[in-house]
């Protein structure tokens, strides 16, 4: 057997999930199965997991805009504040869902074709409920949890089919996935801002469920195993070995850590500009959208350099860039004495930084994966690794919540007013440089301890 064919059959036998029989060479040399990292069908795949980031992830990403209609007009009944808990409960059960949903498809892959067909009916009727509406527990029945799970069955299939179209470009692939949830709210919430002052929140919502079922329907022909599952395929047994290494637990806290203060700045920036900096209330949604447009090239980036370098090293530079976006541009941006245009200027600057640094997070985790793999066995699961990061960081998305609520009663750092840290926000700001940084927190470990060690 010559070098060639052998790391073709070393490959189709990574990616092909456990309980499938492994390909013969002479199958192989006929190619029965589509090529990985290239290809017609790779791209489809990869092209329908991106359309569908809009349905998963869009409501999550204009819900600001929604939160502040709701709040100045007479719609729903019931206590204004219960508001927030909407969008901290779609976003969370969206993401602690994914250890559930990856380990029983993984192991039970003949549920994958069900799942996604299953998360559009369910996705489609909560949201319809959710455009009649009238008391605010409604919106959270069925925007929050109705619609996070049909979701999270959306979200979950598709993910694992790209974790077996592409190996050696895993890292681009979900870096142009998680650039498609970024891009979602660049132009979303002024989308959804005009719909809602126009012609309320029950059209709106009663348009967003068509479009949900429009792009859906639109994905669903391509999204498709690259390796075909026999519908009286047996349950297969998890290869589980990898929860206990080191290496993943230090990778997965850095993951959790910096979870913790990643949504914060999105949820507080347009408060704290206006607010604070004294600037028009337009400017609040531009720089949310600033920020989702900078994560869309920083997803990109941050993926491709996982394919070609430690992850370690790219989770120190995405951390250190995120920390000291937070800690020089948003920490110093505050109008004081000086003039608002001073304020708008560093926050742009922040926007944008941050939103390329800590907007390409989540691309580390293809990084993640080559790494527990090649140091734990090549039978692993990958998809079931993919999800147990997406579960990380849903702990850290709900403790967020009620966590800044505690850290903006905290107060400021300072009484000159000069600066970021001299405001209410000031305990908020310092919280998040600091858990940004500490996203990198396995190459601190490396370090630290002497045992530590990746290869390359």
């Known amino acids: 057997m010559n070098h060639s064919n052998d790391e073709t059959l070393h490959l189709e036998t990574m990616s092909r999930p456990s309980g499938v029989p492994s390909p013969s060479l002479s199958e192989i040399e006929q190619p029965a199965l589509p090529p990985t990292d290239k290809g017609k069908a790779a791209w489809l795949l990869l092209a329908s997991c991106c359309l569908i980031q809009l349905p998963v992830w869009g409501f999550s990403t204009v819900f600001g805009v929604f939160q502040e209609y709701y709040s100045t007009h007479q719609v729903l009944q019931g206590n204004k ?3 927030a808990t909407v969008g901290t409960t779609s976003t969370g059960i969206l993401y602690l869902l994914s250890p559930v949903t990856f380990t029983l498809l993984t192991r039970y892959p003949r549920l994958q074709v069900w799942c996604a067909p299953a998360g559009l009916v369910i996705t489609v009727i909560g949201s319809l409920l959710s455009s009649f509406s009238t008391q605010i527990w409604h ?3 069925t925007q929050g949890v109705i619609c996070a799970l049909g979701n999270g069955l959306l979200f979950s299939p598709s993910s694992l089919y790209l974790d077996q179209w592409f190996l050696r470009r895993k890292g681009l692939a979900i870096g142009i996935m998680w650039a498609a949830k970024s891009i979602t709210g660049v132009a979303l919430p002024f989308i959804a801002s005009a719909c809602l002052n126009r012609f309320g929140s029950s059209t709106t919502l009663k348009a967003w469920t068509l479009l949900t079922l429009f792009t859906v329907l639109l994905s669903l022909p391509y999204m498709k195993p690259r390796i075909p599952v026999s519908p009286s ?6 290869d589980l070995s990898f929860l206990k290494m080191t290496t993943f637990w230090m990778l997965q806290a850095g993951n959790i850590i910096q979870s913790f203060g990643y949504f914060l700045p999105s949820t507080y920036l347009p408060s704290y500009s206006t607010g604070t900096v004294g600037l028009p209330d337009f400017m609040g949604t531009l720089l949310v959208s600033l920020f989702n447009a900078t994560s869309v090239f920083g997803g990109i980036a941050v993926g491709i ?5 430690n992850v370690s090293n790219v989770l120190l530079l995405s951390s250190v860039g995120s920390a000291l976006s937070v800690l020089l541009f948003w920490g110093m941006s505050s109008s004081g004495q000086g003039s608002s245009q001073a304020g708008m200027a560093l926050l742009t600057v922040f926007s944008m930084s941050y939103g390329f640094f800590a907007g390409g997070f989540s691309s580390t985790w293809s990084g993640v994966i080559t790494q527990i793999k090649r140091d734990s066995s090549p039978s692993l699961e990958t998809g079931l690794v993919f999800g147990l990061l997406a579960g990380g960081r849903g702990i850290g998305n709900v403790i967020s919540g009620p966590l800044s609520t505690v850290l903006i009663n ?4 300072g009484h000159d007013g000069t600066t970021g840290y001299d405001t209410q926000y000031g305990t908020l700001i310092l919280f998040t440089g ?3 940084l500490l996203g990198a927190w396995s ?14």
Do not use: E, N, V
């Open 81 to 83: 504040g219960d508001l």
């Open 139 to 141: 919106l959270i029945a």
């Open 233 to 238: 395929a047996s349950a297969r047994r998890l």
């Open 305 to 309: 350099l996982c394919d070609r370098f």
């Open 410 to 413: 905290q107060g400021s750092l």
């Open 434 to 436: 600091i858990t940004a």
């Open 443 to 456: 190459w601190m470990w490396k370090y630290i301890s002497p045992g530590a060690c990746y290869s390359r």
